[in-house]
């Protein structure tokens, strides 16, 4: 082996399998005593046994540690997701969730032995109302997505209440992409419907497309440009003139949250996403939790079981005749109710609308340090995230993934890239509130050194990222021959 295999840069060192370091004889873990006669399985039923490398405890330490080395996370540094909110998670909310009578709690234990588990999602329903101004909740739905479908089953059986079967709904362009999936699986035909000029809705465009036939629209508010969608009040009075509801994806509740009246402006329906808004783990296939708020006319549609409150106790009731039903097995992702809870506890009503105050002037912050440097679509004040574009780099053939691809050699985490898809060739920069203006700062000088480099030395953008584990990748050869074993 050449030195140069043994190390990459720095103290990211190179990692083989297990299986090559495992030795005969090496025991990290003592197995304890059976207190039961062995017994051979047969493997015409199980299959063979499996190999198991043997690797002393060190070993064991020092490999997974050294495979930690090589990610990168909101806890190692700034992850501008835009459309995703990566914030930083308070780690006391992760040490109440991990208490014993929380994680440890099966779900199938009776009622009287979680009553505390119980009242905790009672409250954390009322404290998510009251939040958003809507009148119920169920935290069932286990992410986004699944809220979305929730939604969009609220609203089938909501007109099918009316004996109404409407086929359509509106999509507007700037609205996440999983929605009109959502409303496809529930039979109804989305209507893609085009925002302005000025990256929002019009009410002339809606009442273009709204009839008895269309079961609502599907509004993400702030949209997927960071932009508040400024007409929504009047918009919801012209859906329910004809007889439809407002469903609004609250994927981007982080610049709204605790200063707007969701309930007020004519939403009708209203998912949340705890993984964004709520400051609990997001992404890489955990657990997410996507509850559903909803107005009064809609609290009989919920799905089943609720949680009630008998006396003094609290309980799971299915003696909702009008419901849609269950969503899943159990409740939901219990451990991230929790985390959500503690946050709103821990931050209290000013320090929610602190959070979301900050989200948006951080991201204003960046929209302005980096104007004219970037293409700015829509030259107005944004909301939690600014959406930029890579026409000024398109002269000297760079586009946005090589912008994306060089800031990772600044040690920053890529933004979301074209999307929306509105944009062409779309930068998506979500800050958060947790990043200070140091951290923002030398995102913004990163920015710009890369523009710099992109009409000076275009070519250390088109093999970017030099630095990283991992450099660039045949992403052509990934899609036409992809390797999918295991």
């Not at 040690?411 to 140091?438: N, Q, R």
Request: with cysteine.
């Amino acid at each position: 082996m050449k030195d140069s295999d043994l190390a990459t840069t720095g103290l990211v060192r190179q990692e083989p399998l297990l299986w090559e370091k495992g030795r005969e004889g090496r025991e990290g873990f003592s197995m304890p005593r059976r207190d039961v006669d062995s017994f051979p399985m047969d493997e015409s039923l199980v299959g063979p046994k499996p190999e198991v490398p043997s690797l002393s405890e060190v070993e064991i330490v020092r490999h997974y540690t050294r495979l930690s080395t090589w990610n990168f996370g909101v806890d190692t540094g700034m992850y501008p997701l835009g459309s995703c909110t990566m914030k930083y998670n308070p780690k006391v909310n992760e040490k109440l969730a991990s208490l014993p009578g929380f994680a440890g709690a099966h779900p199938l234990l009776p009622e009287r032995m979680v009553q505390g588990n119980l009242r905790l999602m009672f409250e954390l329903e009322r404290h998510l109302a009251e939040i958003t101004g809507m009148d119920a909740v169920t935290l069932q739905p286990a992410a986004g997505a699944q809220g979305e479908l929730t939604g969009m089953l609220l609203i089938h059986a909501y007109h099918k209440s009316k004996s109404r079967t409407p086929a359509k709904i509106l999509v507007p362009d700037t609205a996440h992409g999983t929605n009109p999936a959502s409303a496809a699986l529930c039979g109804m035909r989305p209507v893609s419907l085009k925002s302005g000029d000025n990256g929002i809705l019009s009410k002339e465009a809606v009442l273009d497309l709204m009839d008895e036939d269309t079961a609502g629209i599907m509004v993400t508010n702030p949209n997927t440009l960071g932009l508040f969608e400024e007409n929504l009040k009047e918009i919801a009075e012209i859906v329910h003139a004809k007889g439809g509801l407002v469903y609004g994806d609250g994927a981007n509740m982080n610049a709204i949250m605790g200063l707007v009246d969701i309930g007020r402006i004519g939403v009708d329906i209203l998912h949340l996403n705890l993984h964004k808004t709520f400051s609990t783990p997001h992404g890489g296939g955990g657990p997410g939790s996507g509850p559903v708020c909803v107005n009064r006319s809609l609290e009989p549609f919920l799905p089943v079981p609720r949680i009630v409150e008998r006396g003094e106790e609290v309980a799971l009731s299915e003696d909702f005749p009008l419901s849609i039903g269950r969503l899943h097995g159990f409740y939901g992702s219990f451990g991230i109710m929790v985390r959500a809870y503690c946050y709103i506890l821990s931050m209290g009503a000013e320090g929610l609308k602190q959070a979301s105050r900050l989200a948006v002037l951080n991201a204003n912050y960046i929209k302005e340090r980096l104007k004219g440097i970037f293409h700015l679509p829509f030259d107005r004040p944004c909301m939690h995230e600014c959406v930029f574009s890579d026409r000024f780099q398109k002269a000297q053939k760079i586009i946005t993934v090589d912008i994306a691809k060089r800031l990772m050699d600044y040690g920053f985490h890529p933004p979301t890239i074209y999307f929306p898809l509105v944009v062409d060739g779309a930068i998506m920069i979500e800050p958060t509130e947790t990043e200070s203006k140091e951290d923002l700062d030398l995102f913004i000088e990163a920015m710009k050194i890369i523009a710099e480099e992109a009409k000076e030395n275009p070519e250390l953008l088109k093999k970017a990222p030099a630095k990283c584990k991992v450099k660039r990748l045949d992403e052509t050869l990934a899609a036409r021959r992809p390797c999918l074993a295991g």
